[in-house]
């Protein structure tokens, strides 16, 4: 019965969502949702006991559900699937495929001598070993011929037989290898196409010679996938992104405020590109137009200035209602089901005033690439001690004088200037034009007075918002700690 493509998501949970693991489940689930019958599945490889962790399982099922990459089965766990490794191990050792194998790592080297072929020399194929304490379970790989991958992205692969030595499949205790394990899982849940990372790819044809055993093992015809193999990631030196070096993290994005669907968009850039020359674009035209055919294999620059620039076009492209919720986690996250690690708000429950949030969030979603940098920008609006950047302080108004005379001049006249932005606005430029400084320069000593930065939200709509007697008390106080 013909079906859509049944694709598979098959991370390993050893550590965080790494951007590469979130393209490769993005570019499975793209596929899946091209076909009205696609199938997506998350299958959570947890055989190696020793590497992985829970939290790390959990990771994986937050990370996926951030990005809405829903699944249609699963999630699996390939631990369950523990019998039919076995199954699969004993026909495939039954009809010939597998022998037992007892050397140790220096045995192989000690034989190896000078010689630096990589790999295992085939010395227990013969022997007849029968199954110990000591012994493993070695796949006979065939020697000669080629192993040809079809591959979407890189068209044939060939792998020469003869460079695939006889790979373990099962440790003397009896656990089942991820190869085999991985083909065994593939087979059960029908996979139709192997869309993961380019590093599998010298894996591709290890598995596909056990496809082929398994389908002569146990007498069928499962039909081996199709691969496409992604192209690998690099950073601005044109190296693999490291886990140490470089940010890979899908949960750093999340917490420092990229959000989903910009996020999802910059991810579908990693190898492909839509049509035409706009690169923002919604996710419905990306499932209509992604082909894997269409996937580069030069590797892809992770470039995160371009994402940052992406997300702040997504922010701005929100409704106001949209952003001030997208903003909760930041700034009142104890209004939000999902908070980001370590990022407390700058003041406390009590503090905070959503009626004054929401006026003066469109003033911040203007300026604003990712929504971890909002709090510092609106501070000053719930503090009641402005957080004073003192080098700037002593910039604009410690040494310099003109500062001074501005800030005593705008606190005389904040007294009884009508308090909206535009008359503050005349105002600040008036004073400015008496002490010889333009509005710019004008601005900043009362900005820093007043927010305790340089930057920030536009001060005359800030200040209108603060309030007449807040904004002067700031004055007040900035100017007392010139005297100090
Ligand atoms: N579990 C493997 C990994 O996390 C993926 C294997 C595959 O997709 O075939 O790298």
New binding site residues.
Partial sequence: MPHGPRV?????P?GYFHVG?AR?ALFNWLLARQSPDGCFILRI?DTDADRNREEWVDGIIQAMAWLGLDLDEGPFRQSDNHAAHLEATQALLSRGFLYYCDCTGDDVQARKGENKTPGYDGYCRERGLARSATTALRFKTPHDGVTTVHDLIRGDVEFANSTIDDFVVAKSSGAVL?ALA?VTD?RHDAITH????E??LP?APK?MMLWRALNDAFADEVALPVYAHLPLLVNEQRKKLSKRKDPVATETYRDEGYIAPAFVNYLALLGWSPRGDQEIVPLSTIIEQFRLEDVSHSPAFFDVKKLRHMNGEYLRAMSRDEFIAACAPWVAPWTSEWRPTDRPTPWGRDEFDAEVFARVAPLVQERVAVLGDVAAMVDFFFLDDVDMDVAAFEKVVGSDPSGRALLAAALARFSDVAWDASSLHAAVEELGEGLAMNLRKAQAPIRCAVTGKLVGPPLFESLEILGRARAMRRLESALARCSD
């Fill in positions: 598979r998501f098959a991370p390993s050893t693991s490769s490889e991820y991985n593939d192997v869309i993961r990372g590093e599998h894996n598995q």
